[in-house]
């Protein structure tokens, strides 16, 4: 196996993947250099055009025949949006006591040291209720195809591109630091033919962003293009 490790390149930029960037178990691998995350398991197979393997569909994710053409849904309700719930309650029931006893006193003082504090909980429930609302949808038309999010759509913006300008699908990792310690998602990006990338779709897990770049590949007809493959051949 230590062997076949040394020979995985990320399928974007054709660096050559670390072998603590490999994961034997799940099959993902991440670079170093790029942050792209992808299946290694198809760069193993000896043939030439090795089967890439199958993502079988996550939980959150189904398949819709809509009036535009063949939709897929995500779901944004998961297990972490009953935590976010529950910080949400704690930190806005402390915002209401903290108000409560500063209008009560009349402490103007204490109301204004709050008004940031306030603000963040506002912040939290608006997010809660779109953790336990949205659905982004992927729309396949033969001469588009759409992102949008429903039906909160503060921070998120409706795409729309034709199928013939994006090139490849790729995912990444993208970390961030908190005080709690690193947080991770997983991007889908496009590629498109002249040469920008856009970022797509957020997700919490790497099976489901690497579910969408399956998905929209093979609905786009995309070839998974591998640019270490491009460059040997
Ligand atoms: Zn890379």
């Known amino acids: 196996m230590l062997l076949i490790v040394m020979d995985v390149v990320c399928p974007r930029c054709a660096a050559p993947i670390e072998a603590e960037n490999v994961n034997l178990e799940s099959g993902l691998a991440k670079c170093g250099e790029c942050n792209a995350v992808f299946d290694f398991r198809q ?3 000896g043939t030439p055009t090795p089967e890439r393997p199958e ?3 996550p939980k959150p994710f189904s398949w819709q025949e809509t009036f535009d053409g063949l939709t897929l849904v995500y779901d ?7 935590g976010l719930l529950f910080f949400c309650l704690l930190w806005n029931g402390f915002m209401a006591m903290w108000y409560g006893i500063a209008i009560h006193e009349q402490e103007w003082t204490m109301a204004a040291f709050g008004i940031i504090h306030l603000a963040v909980g506002l912040g939290l429930i608006y997010g809660t209720l779109a953790k336990f609302r949205n659905r982004t949808t992927i729309t396949f038309s033969p001469d588009k195809v759409t992102v949008q999010t429903r039906p909160m759509r503060l921070f998120t913006k409706d795409q729309a591109y034709e199928p013939r300008e994006i090139q490849q699908i790729f995912c990444e990792e993208k970390i961030t630091r908190t005080k709690n310690g690193v947080n991770r998602s997983y991007l889908v990006n496009a590629q498109l033919c002249g040469g920008e990338t856009k970022k797509l779709l957020k997700l919490e897990k ?17 070839r998974d293009v591998r640019v270490a493959g491009e460059m040997t051949h």
């Open 43 to 45: 760069q193993l197979a």
């Open 55 to 57: 993502v079988e569909m």
């Open 76 to 82: 944004w309700r998961s297990a972490s949006a009953y």
């Open 206 to 222: 790497p099976e489901q962003a690497l579910y969408i770049e399956q998905e929209m590949e093979r609905t786009l007809n995309i």
